[in-house]
Structures are given as structure tokens and as C-alpha cells.
């Protein structure tokens, strides 16, 4: 039932045009009901269905137009059902009651739905650096894993760890070791294409995947960071630089702590033969 209801739901989001219709064809049947029962029967809160689902699937634009349209279908079935009352104002004003009360419960589904979302971004993001954290790449790798295990595409993971961090802690301070954690994200940023994935591991470690590429295109990479970071003047002015390897996949591991061990080990190659350099290796 419950994987019914995740894939009800994920056909929600994705087909805007048979979301509407859905919509549509439900306000109508409420309608209809409302309609046939007569105005004895209060159907006024099953519009509340169409009005939620736009409100939390749909944009503004959509959910005002359901509101309005549930308001007047709503009117037209108690006109039709032959209610008669004492003054003529007094369906105008119910129907007005009903649209302000549809509208209420659609601001407040606007609201939570967006704390809802800031809050999503918030525990995805790295308080300091707004990168990614650990758990938004494990999510990220698990889709990127399931989207390219029958593609013949290249993959690259690569881990960069900070060379002499741990000095500009001991002798700047650590406000001055977040500002380099900070100006070292905005450089990943910068180096970045649009499909790539970049986070903070934790420290002064990173992480990274570049997708479609080929060993051509992982080398531009390691010399664009490169070029990025040296023009950013944090290795002039806290003596800091970077170790990166990079582990060039054909079919991601199963795992994100595997392939971030293999791409680890490289980052430690470039360390041990000197640091401030990169090693690449495929995928044996």
C-alpha cells in the first residue's frame, strides 16, 4: 500500500496535465454529488481534497484557480438543488464564507509545505560551507548509482583533503580556519559544472563527482580547481594547499563508503609523494 501511495505520488509531481484533469474531474464530481444529495447535505468540505492537492503538488496559480472554481461549484449546486433563502445576499456571502475558508487552509499548506522544504535544504547543507553535507551526497550517490547502472557512462569520485589546515588553526585561529574552509567551498563551487556534485565529508575534507566525463575531462577538471584555487590567494596567505584523488568509474560501487575508500587512497598517494598534487586512477 504504501509503495502504491509513493508511486500515486510521484505521478502527482511529475504529470502537471493529469494532475489537473484530476483535479478538475474531482471538483466536478463533488459537484455533481452536492448536487444530486440536495442542500440538506453539507459537501462543502470534500472541495477541501482538490484545494489541499493543489495547494501542496501544485503553484499558487493553480490552487487560487481551484479555489475559486470549488466556491462556485459549490454555489451553482446549492442554486440547483432549489434552496431558497430569505434575503438573495445570503448564498453570495456563504459562497464567499467557503472561498475564504478554502483559502485559509491553502496559505496554511503553502506555509508548512515551505518549512517543510527549508528545513529538508537545511539538514541537507553543511551549516558552514552550504555545500552538501554527508547525508544529501549519500542520497545524491544512491540516485546517481540507480540512474547509470545500464549506461556505458564514466564517472569520477574524487576525495580533497586540505594540505596545512591543521597550522592555520594553531597559529590564526579557527574563525580564521572556517574562513578557509569557506573560500575553498566557494572555489569547488566555481570549478563545478552544472551536473557535478560537490560536499563537505567534515574538516577539511571533500568530496566530489563528475558526471559524463572521460579521463580528458577529469584532468581539466584537476587543473581548473587548480588554477581556481591558486587565483583565490589562500595558499599566499595562510600557506594552504590541497591533496585530491580521484577514483574514474564505468559502474559506481554499491556503496558510497567504498567508493570514497578507493578515491581516499589516491588522495593519500598524492600526499605521500609530496602533496599539493592530484592522483587519478580508473576503475580496474
Excluded at 54 to 73: C, E, G, V
Excluded at 119 to 139: E, W
Excluded at 215 to 225: F, N, T, V
Aim: glycine share 6%; proline share 1%; net charge neutral.
Amino acid at each position: 500500500m504504501a509503495y502504491l501511495m509513493m508511486q500515486f505520488e510521484k505521478l502527482f509531481l511529475r504529470n502537471t496535465v493529469l494532475r489537473r484533469v484530476f483535479l478538475l474531474l474531482m471538483i466536478t464530481v463533488w459537484g455533481v454529488i452536492d448536487l444530486a444529495t440536495g442542500y440538506e447535505y453539507s459537501f462543502a468540505v470534500f472541495y477541501l481534497v482538490p484545494v489541499s492537492i493543489a495547494a501542496w503538488y501544485d503553484n499558487k496559480n493553480m490552487a487560487i484557480f481551484t479555489i475559486i472554481l470549488s466556491a462556485l461549484t459549490w454555489l451553482y449546486a446549492d442554486y440547483g438543488a432549489g434552496h431558497h433563502y430569505s434575503n438573495p445576499i445570503i448564498p453570495y456571502w456563504n459562497a464567499c464564507a467557503r472561498l475564504g475558508f478554502f483559502s485559509v487552509v491553502a496559505f496554511l499548506l503553502f506555509k508548512i509545505k515551505r518549512s517543510l522544504t527549508d528545513m529538508t535544504l537545511m539538514a541537507m547543507k553543511d551549516s558552514l560551507t552550504s555545500l552538501n553535507n554527508t547525508r544529501a551526497f549519500n542520497l545524491e550517490y544512491q540516485t546517481l548509482k540507480r540512474r547509470y547502472s545500464k549506461k556505458d557512462q564514466t564517472l569520477a569520485v574524487g576525495i580533497i583533503d586540505l594540505d596545512g589546515f591543521k597550522t592555520v588553526n594553531d597559529t590564526y585561529g579557527h574563525s580564521k580556519g572556517d574562513d578557509v574552509l569557506v573560500e575553498f567551498a566557494h572555489v569547488l563551487k566555481e570549478t563545478m559544472r552544472m551536473n557535478d556534485v560537490v560536499a563537505r565529508m567534515g574538516g577539511d575534507e571533500f568530496v566530489v563527482i563528475l558526471q559524463d566525463t572521460n579521463s580528458q575531462g577529469i584532468e581539466d577538471y584537476a587543473k581548473r580547481l587548480r588554477n581556481k584555487f591558486l587565483l583565490s590567494g589562500l595558499k599566499q596567505q595562510y600557506g594552504v594547499d590541497f591533496s585530491m584523488g580521484i577514483r574514474v568509474y564505468t559502474e559506481l560501487p554499491d556503496n558510497l563508503d567504498e567508493a570514497t575508500h578507493q578515491a581516499d587512497q589516491l588522495m593519500y598517494q598524492s600526499k605521500a609523494r609530496g602533496k599539493s598534487q592530484t592522483t587519478i586512477s580508473a576503475q580496474i
